[in-house]
């Protein structure tokens, strides 16, 4: 999922200078209204606290509001100090889902003004309503993140896939996110469930973690152990490009995966074969790194343009490039199918996909997974996790 923290520097120092200066803008208005908002529908408004209790809650947000910013960007900065930005990460979720149900609690408040309510009881109703709202959704929305992703199957009919790999089983982990939070034991979880799914290809889009390859070792360690009957595979995300890219290649091709940088790999069974090919995040370019950048021409170089063709790429935006170059499936992930809702509505402005199976163009279709893990925030609200099985299906294969 794509956030201000998420912005590529370039190694010119004039640019990342500007580039901070702006990141902390963008953080200070965010803060000013995620905290303002819900700050007003909760201690100020008509609620007539008395005048020590509002004294005391007020100081209290304003605390909150200014020690936001700072923990986030020594969280996330180039240190990811893991304190800080659970701290962040964390009062982040909190704060948007209480601003989320301050704006819609505009409506309880006209109904109750409409129905004669006058305050301070309808705004004390209104408080009320939103922080009981808000704490079960909190609640519910971390339990979603911490706990091991469901296992969500679908069926894609590959029209070209020819008969021999009919009933090919991929399955798809993306934006596990590994990061300050440990979540060992969450990894090993995951790869326990996926090797039960009896995967002919596992594939893995991106996003692993945030923070060096030495930071995350453990919660990546079990990686090595998932099981694949033909292939491995796996391409950067954009965290992978603030995280140490490099270091994150080499170490998938350690664990034993197939770094698929622009290229790709054919794979064979029953005599018909399957193009698996990836290209690196669309954020790449601006990286820095010499021969980083999202390539579709080079990672399908010298393939036999009659055969089926499954695409491995970080973003759904990616999609154009997929079409163009004749793919049959792209899958995907980076949405976390909006993490926290309403984000989802956000996203869907970004991103030509939120989440499922689509269709884009005469050829093409794509899977949007909706994550594995979780970035930032350990909530996940009416966006639940997957690792997900996608069984091919050749055209006719499927009853009708």
């Not at 700072?70 to 601003?99: E, P, Y």
């Not at 050829?363 to 609200?381: C, D, H, I, K, N």
Request: hydrophobic share 45%; glycine share 10%; aromatic share 8%.
């Amino acid at each position: 999922m794509t956030t201000p923290s998420e912005a590529v520097e370039t190694p010119p120092r004039p640019r990342r200078s500007s580039r901070a200066v702006i990141f902390s803008l963008i953080i200070t208005a965010a803060a000013l209204l995620l905290f303002g908002t819900s700050w007003w529908t909760l201690v100020a408004a008509g609620n007539d606290w008395p005048a020590p209790v509002f004294v005391v809650l007020t100081v209290v947000w304003a605390l909150w509001a200014v020690s936001f910013p700072i923990l986030m960007v020594r969280g996330h900065g180039g240190g990811h100090r893991d304190g800080a930005a659970i701290a962040a990460d964390t009062s982040l979720g909190v704060v948007w889902v209480l601003f989320t149900w301050s704006v819609l609690s505009l409506l309880l408040r006209a109904a109750l003004a409409i129905g004669g309510v006058a305050d301070p009881v309808r705004s004390r109703v209104v408080t009320v309503v939103v922080a009981v709202i808000a704490l079960v959704l909190l609640l519910w929305g971390y339990a979603e993140a911490i706990r091991v992703s469901r296992v969500r199957s679908v069926d894609v009919v590959v029209p070209r896939l020819g008969p021999g790999l009919d009933g090919l089983r991929v399955v798809l982990l993306t934006d596990t996110h590994y990061g300050p939070i440990n979540r060992t034991r969450w990894s090993r979880g995951v790869i326990d469930v996926v090797n039960t799914l009896d995967a002919d290809v596992v594939a893995h889009t991106g996003d692993i973690a945030d923070g060096s390859v030495q930071q995350r070792l453990s919660q990546a360690a079990p990686l090595a152990d998932a099981r694949a009957s033909l292939a491995r595979v796996y391409v950067t995300g954009n965290h992978e490009y603030f995280s140490g890219a490099l270091g994150w290649v080499e170490h998938m091709e350690a664990l034993g995966w197939e770094t698929l940088h622009n290229r790709h790999i054919v794979v064979s069974r029953g005599g018909d074969q399957l193009i698996v090919a990836g290209v690196d995040d669309r954020t790449a370019g601006g990286s820095g790194l010499p021969g980083h950048q999202a390539d579709h021409t080079a990672a399908l170089a010298g393939a036999d343009p009659a055969l089926p063709i499954l695409l491995l790429a970080h973003q759904p935006q990616m999609i154009g490039g997929a079409v163009e170059h004749g793919v049959d499936l792209q899958i995907s992930g980076h949405t976390h199918g909006g993490q926290i809702w309403p984000f989802h509505y956000l996203v869907r402005t970004d991103q030509p996909s939120l989440q499922g199976l689509t269709r884009h163009g005469e050829r093409t279709q794509l899977y949007t997974s909706r994550g594995t893990g979780f970035w930032g925030p350990p909530f996940r609200v009416f966006a639940p996790s997957e690792i997900t099985v996608l069984t091919l299906r050749s055209e006719g294969s499927l009853p009708t």
